[in-house]
């Protein structure tokens, strides 16, 4: 799968794109399907619930799966979507399994 990262309104360092890879092959496991992926993570100025925002998409055959967490890291943010885009998964592979 074709992962794709973007970085709004900052520079993502080395560190924090691994980390995002390593987090995106394991999901890669779960959607098989799956013809890419895109990851955008920005800041925002809403600092009460944390101003670190992670969209990832993931583009199925059907429909696009997208899950997306306001943290204050990115690191916690990526974690929480893809536990969502996990939970999708399976949503998605009852779906079309019939």
């Known amino acids: 799968m074709n992962v794709e990262i973007q970085s709004v309104k900052f520079d993502a360092d080395k560190k924090l794109v691994e980390f995002v890879e390593k987090k995106m092959a394991k999901l890669d496991k779960f959607a098989e399907k799956a013809t890419s992926s895109n990851v955008i993570m920005k800041l925002d100025k809403d600092n009460e619930k944390g101003n670190k925002v992670v969209t990832i998409t993931l583009a199925m055959p059907g429909e696009d799966l997208v899950a997306e967490n306001r943290c204050k890291t990115f690191e916690e943010a ?12 399976e949503k998605y592979k009852e779906k079309y399994a019939k």
């Open 78 to 89: 990526v974690d929480l979507s893809i536990e969502a885009l996990k939970r999708q998964l």
